[in-house]
């Protein structure tokens, strides 16, 4: 059995599809001699080919040296067999996501590899356990699950069933670090690291969507502009397409035995069936043009001959320095009294809270008041009405809050605003794996960067904004909406009480 400083000396790759030619690529280009079969008759050899012509056009561009490209090219073999897969210390199969298929491959591999070869799956949904039972030496499989586009994707799930080797695991991480990128290792969960982490995100949009709280275009900004997102939430659903997207979270949910906090949206569901797809069908929650989205134009900023005076309590401006800091950018000197006059715009300021419990415990009058959101001021803003705000003062706010030339998009009232509640909702689920031990906090963070493109991991995000004030978000989600989605994770919890980093392991 290989240990994790010895390097395999022959890499079989059972699928000449797109994952196992990525893998097959950038192996290669690692140094590692490749082995391919695939069940259709010269796949294995057309694969090759196409890498070849791939590393020909990267050289051709100046990407890598010609040198380089053709060491590449030479280390490539097709096999006509999954006998001549029997020299191989490291067999990765990637055909097709059945676990019925890859359990009867993984049998006939383990009939045809010598004891002490690795066998690997590129699963990146099913039980590396489920797909190791039944088979005579289940302690030498893996999971080795790899990103699409393979070669620009620089991260590898390594997952250890409980009957893994620990060498193994050791082994396919040193492996994934020679191809080039970052492994991570994770225990044998639904989702692995990446997909689980990625429920936060897509599911509480689509609470939002659910809730009528903003159209798709207008979250979209928000969570791009004030959260740095490099896509919203629904032009990422279009982009993976719903026929994906919505099985992978019913299957998280159903393997979870319906955890609240992965609980999917009807939404998305009623648009899968409605073929609702997105790009790959024109459209989704947008529109498309031979692939190119139809862009949703943002309203112009209405004409205001004045504008009202506004009001925040003195007590929020205290809580919330950015606020005040901002009123002087924009010019703005509120009102100084204890109550609003009877023509001030009344701001209030939420954190987990909306605009309408707010409104009501400062006995303002809803038809004037709107909330700002305070930890998000830079990028776009984001405003909330109550359900009874007047549209000339939903449309005065919009005009004074972005008077400095950053947007502001104005929102139906929703508990935790908008991105409060979502960046919540992935620190906790972030922490909530962390707690399982399904990864450790550093890795957490390095898969969700490198496999989602979040600007922060979970974790780090938690701590830039604050353990405590992530804590207090989700109390005050739960009490107000009663949905246990919201109920905070003892990780998050005892760290923010002890003044501990989100990235602290248990010793």
Not at 21 to 50: N, S, Y
Not at 214 to 230: N, S, W, Y
Not at 440 to 469: E, Q, S
């Amino acid at each position: 059995m290989h240990t994790a400083t010895s390097r395999p000396a022959l890499l079989g790759i059972v699928g000449a599809g797109l994952m196992g030619r990525g893998i097959a690529q950038i192996a290669a280009q690692g140094g590692i001699p490749v082995v391919m079969h695939d069940a259709r008759p010269g796949g294995a050899r057309e694969a090759c080919q196409a890498i070849a012509d791939t590393l020909g056009t990267l050289a051709g561009k100046g990407k890598i040296p010609q040198d380089a490209c053709h060491a590449a090219v030479a280390r490539l073999h097709a096999a006509s067999s999954l006998a001549d897969l029997s020299s191989c210390t490291v067999v990765v199969e990637a055909i097709v996501e059945n676990l019925q298929a890859k359990r009867a491959l993984l049998a006939e591999l383990e009939a045809c590899v010598s004891p002490g070869c690795i066998l690997a799956s590129n699963t990146s949904s099913l039980s590396v356990t489920a797909l190791a039972a039944g088979l005579q030496h289940p302690e030498r499989v893996a999971g080795f699950h790899f990103f699409s586009p393979v070669p620009l994707m620089k991260v590898v799930e390594v997952i250890a069933g409980p009957l893994t080797r620990p060498e193994v695991a050791d082994t396919l991480v040193a492996l994934g670090q020679q191809m080039g990128h970052t492994a991570v290792r994770a225990s044998d969960t639904p989702g692995f690291i990446v997909n689980h982490a990625g429920r936060g995100y897509l599911t509480e949009a689509l609470r939002l969507l659910g809730e009528s709280v903003a159209e798709p275009a207008v979250l979209d900004r928000i969570l791009r502009d004030a959260a740095g997102f490099r896509m919203g939430p629904f032009e990422l659903l279009d982009l993976t397409g719903l026929d994906v997207s919505q099985p992978v979270m019913e299957s998280i949910y159903q393997q979870y035995y319906q955890e609240p906090r992965y609980r999917p949206s009807v939404i998305g569901r009623q648009r899968q069936q409605a073929g609702l797809l997105g790009r790959k069908t024109q459209r989704g929650f947008y529109f498309y043009d031979f692939g190119k989205k139809l862009e949703i134009p943002e309203e112009d900023l209405p004409a205001f001959k004045s504008l009202p005076p506004i009001w925040i309590h003195a007590d929020d401006l205290k809580a919330f320095p950015p606020v005040a800091t901002l009123l002087q950018t924009l010019g703005i000197t509120p009102e100084a009294g204890s109550t609003p006059s009877p023509q001030a715009l009344c701001v209030v300021l939420p954190l987990g809270q909306d605009a309408s419990t707010l409104c009501a415990e400062a006995g303002l009058d809803p038809t004037r008041t709107v909330a700002l959101d305070p930890l998000f001021l830079t990028g776009r803003r984001t405003i909330m009405a109550t359900p009874v705000t007047s549209q000339a003062l939903r449309d005065a706010a919009r005009v004074l809050f972005s008077a400095d030339g950053i947007p502001a998009s104005v929102v139906r009232d929703s508990t935790g605003c908008v991105v409060q509640r979502v960046l919540a909702s992935i620190v906790n689920i972030g922490c909530d794996m962390a707690q399982q031990g399904i990864a450790t906090p550093a890795d957490i963070d390095k898969a969700v960067t490198l496999g989602l493109g979040y600007p922060h991991g979970p974790l780090a995000w938690g701590d830039a904004l604050g353990a405590p004030t992530v804590l207090r978000i989700l109390h005050r989600l739960f009490a107000l909406t009663e949905d246990p989605r919201y109920r905070p994770s003892p990780w998050l919890r005892r760290r923010a009480q002890l003044g501990l980093s989100l990235l602290t392991p248990d010793h």
